[in-house]
């Protein structure tokens, strides 16, 4: 929760922000016989909330599985266009332990690049000039029966204004001259080497508008997350 404040006060910096980290240049093609890098897509993780009156964002269940299915579609017809040979993860809709705590390691990985590697208040000097992150070597555990080379995740979230904070935001400009912050979406998308648990690629995406329940803006959004990607 407390990123997601971390993220309202720098969108307030700026209308958009998008800036992308890479540890390397271009992907390794591993032995002579594979011309292309294989990518494992791992599960979107992505969350919807809705904003109270106080601006609080509260989890919606139906907006973030309509996420779901308009990322998804937004993210197939991307990978067509590109220039890598990708899969899907497959699994049980409940995904083992794991699978799921690996998730839960990349989500901590990205809010502590979005945190320290960015220029802001809590950027490490260490970190200065140089790109240095990794999962661990826990991710190994998803080459099998994939033949990966690297794994791409997916860390979303995204708010809307009830119309409760809409009221709020139009009362506070209206008499006291104040704007409020409305909804906010925050993309964090990690291109991770399977062998090391490095992560080769970053990118992050800051913005107050797109709307991931329908499918133009979640195909915008989509696009915008895979820019600078290496290949």
Same mark, same amino acid.
């Given at each position: 929760?407390?990123?997601?404040?971390?993220?309202?006060?720098? %969108?307030?910096? &700026?209308?958009?922000?998008?800036?992308?980290?890479?540890?390397?240049?271009?992907?390794?093609? &591993?032995?002579?016989? !594979?011309?292309?890098?294989?990518?494992? !897509?791992?599960?979107?993780?992505?969350?919807?909330?809705?904003?109270?009156?106080?601006?609080?964002?509260?989890?919606?269940?139906?907006?973030?599985?309509?996420?779901?299915?308009?990322?998804?579609?937004?993210?197939?017809?991307?990978?067509?266009?590109?220039?890598? /040979?990708?899969?899907?993860?497959?699994?049980?809709?409940?995904?083992?332990?794991?699978?799921?705590?690996?998730?839960?390691?990349?989500?901590?990985?990205?809010?502590?690049?979005?945190?320290?590697?960015?220029?802001?208040?809590?950027? %490490?000097?260490?970190?200065?000039?140089?790109?240095?992150?990794?999962?661990?070597?826990?991710?190994?555990?998803?080459?099998?029966?994939?033949?990966?080379?690297?794994?791409?995740?997916?860390?979303?979230? /995204?708010?809307?204004?009830?119309?409760?904070?809409?009221?709020?935001?139009?009362?506070?400009?209206?008499?006291?001259?104040?704007?409020?912050?409305?909804?906010?979406?925050? &993309?964090?998308?990690?291109?991770?080497?399977?062998?090391?648990?490095?992560?080769?690629?970053?990118?992050?995406?800051?913005? &107050?508008?797109?709307?991931?329940?329908? /499918?133009?803006?979640?195909?915008?959004?989509?696009?915008?997350?895979?820019?600078?990607?290496?290949?």
């Amino acid at each position: 929760m407390r990123r997601f404040f971390v993220a309202l006060a720098m %969108l307030a910096l &700026g209308a958009c922000t998008q800036t992308n980290f890479r540890a390397q240049d271009s992907l390794a093609r &591993g032995s002579e016989s !594979v011309q292309t890098p294989r990518i494992l !897509v791992m599960p979107i993780d992505v969350v919807l909330s809705e904003l109270s009156f106080g601006g609080f964002p509260s989890p919606r269940a139906d907006w973030t599985q309509a996420a779901r299915g308009t990322m998804a579609k937004a993210l197939e017809l991307e990978l067509q266009e590109a220039e890598v /040979d990708f899969v899907n993860f497959s699994g049980p809709e409940t995904l083992p332990d794991d699978v799921a705590r690996i998730l839960r390691t990349n989500a901590a990985v990205g809010e502590s690049i979005q945190a320290h590697q960015y220029d802001g208040p809590a950027a %490490l000097p260490t970190k200065k000039g140089t790109f240095d992150w990794s999962l661990g070597p826990e991710v190994a555990a998803l080459r099998a029966g994939n033949d990966a080379n690297y794994g791409l995740f997916f860390h979303v979230r /995204d708010s809307y204004s009830s119309g409760a904070r809409v009221a709020a935001q139009v009362v506070a400009a209206v008499v006291f001259g104040v704007g409020l912050q409305g909804g906010v979406q925050v &993309g964090l998308v990690s291109l991770v080497d399977l062998e090391t648990g490095k992560v080769v690629w970053f990118n992050r995406l800051l913005r &107050g508008e797109g709307d991931l329940r329908t /499918d133009g803006p979640a195909r915008e959004t989509m696009k915008m997350l895979l820019t600078g990607m290496p290949k």
